[in-house]
């Protein structure tokens, strides 16, 4: 059989995983991979069963077939598809996730070679095309923040930079920018707490103890929540005249996927949301970077072109009976946890 054959994707934006019910999960095999970040959740699966019944589809919800599949996947894990693009947190993720995913008892090998040639193709894709966006990543903009203040204060290595989250975002943030400014991280996990304090000697302060981040002048947020953490103006004005009275320029980049906060105040007073990093960010001439992006999709066609061809011994692996599948994913929880492939259980971390 081709290699490509039943080959299907569930491309679903991360703010739109709500309006998918436990049902609609009983048309994915148990054995599908699943792969979970700040900005989407994305299903990949082989079966011979499709899932037009799933009515009505919500909108932005991308459903692929085949060779179209494997090229949108070959994007996502090569950073093309991201915010930023070229960045490499993604493709961190995704070998994570693969990792994870090789524990699982219900695998499927068919998934695992296609896993596989993902991770070789977007390793090609990124040497032979984007090395001039190597550098894109989160951390970037925060970087550049951090370089603009220190015109303003010679204490900036005495200050701390406040990290919200523990997740993949929050690690990357911590591990690019450890060298530079001192690392404070909250969030609710309080064992990947311990981790990051463990690994590069962030300090950790409790969740939600607002009173304590008034007193850090660099804040970026690494979580998405529907629930608004930051919705007090009086924070805000707070936090802002504390560290002007100190000759500080301080700053909060939310990077979260819906925003936690909510706030009259942006960027003149140093409040970065995400569309406004995405607005200003440029690390390459914008023309230049179009044409690499453009390179990179015509190559990754190709390839996906001849993956197609790849011609596969039949495992006879067999399609499971919709009436006999369970929901592989609790939906209800899914916009606020971190997914754990083993289980196929949500874990209690925040992104």
């Not at 700053?251 to 140093?270: C, M, R």
Request: proline content about 5%; glycine content about 4%; overall charge neutral.
């Amino acid at each position: 059989m081709q290699l490509l054959k039943n080959f299907k994707l569930l491309n679903i934006p991360i703010e739109k995983v709500s309006e998918f019910s436990p049902h609609h999960y009983t048309y994915f095999p148990p054995s599908s991979f699943i792969l979970k970040t700040c900005q989407r959740l994305l299903v990949l699966w082989v079966d011979q069963l499709e899932i037009h019944a799933i009515h009505p589809m919500p909108a932005k919800v991308l459903y692929l077939k085949g060779e179209k599949a494997y090229s949108f996947a070959l994007e996502v894990v090569s950073g093309l598809q991201s915010p930023v693009v070229g960045e490499q947190e993604v493709s961190h993720q995704f070998k994570k996730c693969y990792q994870e995913y090789l524990g699982m008892e219900e695998k499927s090998s068919l998934v695992m070679r296609l896993l596989e040639k993902l991770l070789k193709d977007s390793k090609e894709i990124r040497s032979n095309y984007l090395q001039a966006l190597s550098h894109n990543s989160y951390a970037g903009p925060v970087r550049r923040l951090l370089k603009e203040r220190a015109h303003h204060s010679k204490s900036l290595l005495a200050k701390s930079l406040l990290v919200l989250g523990t997740g993949e975002l929050a690690v990357e943030i911590v591990k690019v920018l450890r060298d530079r400014v001192k690392i404070a991280v909250s969030g609710r996990n309080e064992s990947k707490l311990e981790e990051l304090h463990r690994n590069f000697g962030a300090s950790t302060l409790p969740w939600k103890s607002f009173r304590t981040y008034l007193q850090s002048p660099y804040i970026c947020c690494c979580i998405g929540n529907e629930e608004t953490l930051f919705n007090d103006e009086h924070f805000f004005q707070e936090w802002m005249l504390y560290h002007q009275q100190q000759n500080l320029l301080p700053f909060f980049v939310d990077f979260g996927k819906p925003s936690i906060i909510e706030s009259k105040f942006g960027t003149n007073e140093g409040i970065y949301r995400l569309s406004d990093i995405l607005n200003s960010y440029q690390s390459v001439d914008k023309s230049s970077s179009e044409s690499v992006v453009d390179s990179a999709r015509d190559a990754i066609k190709e390839i996906a072109h001849k993956r197609s061809l790849t011609i596969l011994q039949d495992r006879g692996e067999a399609s499971l009976p919709l009436s006999d599948r369970q929901p592989i994913l609790p939906v209800e929880h899914a916009q606020y946890c971190e997914f754990d492939q083993r289980s196929r259980q949500p874990s209690l971390d925040i992104r």
